[in-house]
């Protein structure tokens, strides 16, 4: 149990640093776009009509605290970020990032998560009938669909149901909610009209991360078979799916489990994608917009954070998973 | 005695290929088991066509995929696919009908184009068109073009330009980019993974965890915040730069991790401990000895990064912060296709999805074919 605790220890020890790690690179992003919060806010100024001196400039920095050296203005960052969970303000929109945020980044990052399960319900059975059988022409269909996957454009899919579905129900399926439910508070009624609409983007979303995943899933039960535990099986008598099951499947459930990290990341990258096409309205849709329209630095480098923090995030609870499960992980990082 | 002849023969023979085997090098190894693998050869066949295409687009394309050379009689049309037979008989040489735009009260004053089936316009090889530059050289011959006016075998955009040609440099400009990419990471990947990977210990130690803390920020929202630093006022060529490299800086990281688990399992070998002992310097190792010892899986690596650069660059162009319109890329030719309007009417737009599937199919097949090749221990399943 204490080699247990001292594993969680340092592994998140780890976490926090690569967060830091992550976060001083965020920054330093931050501040690689031309121009600072001051600037831009008086730029917003000009535009309304009142006339705007360097000193007016020089000013605004020193009320935001922008004059401070670098370093210093990322570790301010930093603790309200890690000790008050407080993101600051928006150069451009000028309210609060975390009141702007709201419960947008949950909902994001639930469809992701969930789109990540949806995948490998599907991948696992899958990938270990594909491994376990020996037709050519099933494995090299699977294989093409699953490459399809990967290089059929998520909004080609997106684009033909939201046409299939505005032709044949009269229903585009953009959007999030409903008209009614946009702004309501969160209700029984709102959470049904969240899942009627949720599940496309979970589907698109899935769809190549499926991909993906049956890819791994098939490599590592086909590196599994080869071994000579499985012939020792077979000479005991254990057969199809019982063999199956029994030996390869559970060994090739760690780095499944270990790749999942990197799967979110993935499923991150179409989310913005496939958030423009179907008109979202959620952190993804949100980052676009931060960036494309106004270069509002403070507000996408929130959401990078928050996204590579639930990536670190979910890291750490496979390897804590992975260690419940497989002693052999525990032992090698203790340097057993 | 025949058959003893043929026995011995054979035998010759095994030992030859035998011979053969154990001697040969790493790439010839691979480079037979690839052979054997016939879906990667036929997704390398299609490869090498479509780089080919992209190479000598300006040659195969019958217009200037830019605003210049687009067909102002033409706009939104349908592909024009030459004929070689119709009611009127038949003809060797294939041809298209003659295009013919009217307006008269009965039209409402509106121009209609209207097709004349007897005035046939035949499709000649070798036309010369608009000037382009191919390897340094000027030229000015076409593979393809028709006689008086216009052929457009993919139809038009909506400014009149020729689909056709635009897919071909749209292909050129994709793997161009990709290029450009693949081997900035690669220069990257090499010297950082090979730092590490050779002096392990404590420094490995730091630059793994940098290298992670790279790899779990998520792609393309990144290169979102890099792509929007670029100011509008910029060439297409300064953006074209720009998005390779930032392709490059984020893709290092998996390659690089690579280079290093090579490097670790290879600094332990012998031959490492004599070059050492002989007094070469850690550079000379690493370049002399460590580094040709996995050139092939290097390339191998490569391969299958391509077609993620690829999707990197069609993704950001799509989303409209990486190459925008007047360029042709890929991901701009994909973005044009997003409106209902072009999905329900003028589907030709879509022409260029099915060489972008093509293209990255093909990539990921070939990978897959060299990695299959490249495992040592692939062979015996």
Known sequence: MAQFIQFALTRAGMAI????????????????????????????????????????????????GLDRPFLVRWGSWVGNVFFKGDFGDSCILRLNINQLLGDKFLLSLGICLTSLLFAYLIAIPVGIISAASKSAWLNGSLRFISYLGLAMPNFLLALMIMLFSTVMFGDSMTGLFSKEYRDAEWSFDRVKDFLSHAWLPVFILGWSATAFALQTVRALMLDETGKLYITAAKARGLFGRKLLWRYPARHALGPIINSLGFDLNRVFNELPIVAVILTLTEAGALLLESLARSNDQQLAGAIIFLLTASIVTLNFVTDIALAIIDPRVRKSVMGG | MLAFWGKKQDKAVDQKSKEAYFTASQSQLIWTRFKSNKTAMFAAYVLMFLVLIGLFAPFLSPYDPTIAGRDPDYQNGAPQIPKFC???????????????????????????????????????????????????????????????????????????????????????TSLAVGTLGVFISFVLALIIGGVSGYFGGVFDGVMQMITDAVRTVPSIPLFMALAAFVPDTWSAEMRFFFISIILGLIGWPTLARRVRTHLLVERNQDYVLAAQLSGASSSHVIRKHLLPSFTSYIIVDLVISFPYMVLSETALSFIGLGLKDPVNSLGVMLQNVTSADVLLNYQWYFIPVIFFITLVLAFVFVGDGLRDAADPYGGHK
Request: aromatic share 12%.
């Open chain 2, 86 to 172: 119709d009611e009127n008989g038949c003809s060797v040489r294939p041809f298209l009908y003659t295009l013919e735009r009217s307006r008269s009260i009965e039209t409402n004053f509106r121009w209609v184009t209207t097709e004349n089936r007897e005035k046939r316009r035949h499709l000649q090889l070798f036309v010369e068109g608009w000037e382009y530059k191919l390897f340094g050289m000027k030229f000015n011959t076409h593979l393809f073009g028709a006689d008086e006016g216009g052929i457009h075998i993919f139809g038009t955009d909506a400014a009149g330009k020729d689909i056709f040609s635009r897919t071909l440099h749209a292909i050129n």
């Open chain 1, 17 to 64: 640093v690569t967060l830091l790690m992550v976060s001083l690179i965020v920054f330093s992003l931050m501040e690689m776009v031309p121009g600072n919060c001051a600037e831009r806010y008086l730029a917003f100024k000009n535009t309304q009509g009142s006339q705007i001196t360097v000193a007016d400039i020089e000013a605004e920095e020193k009320r935001l």
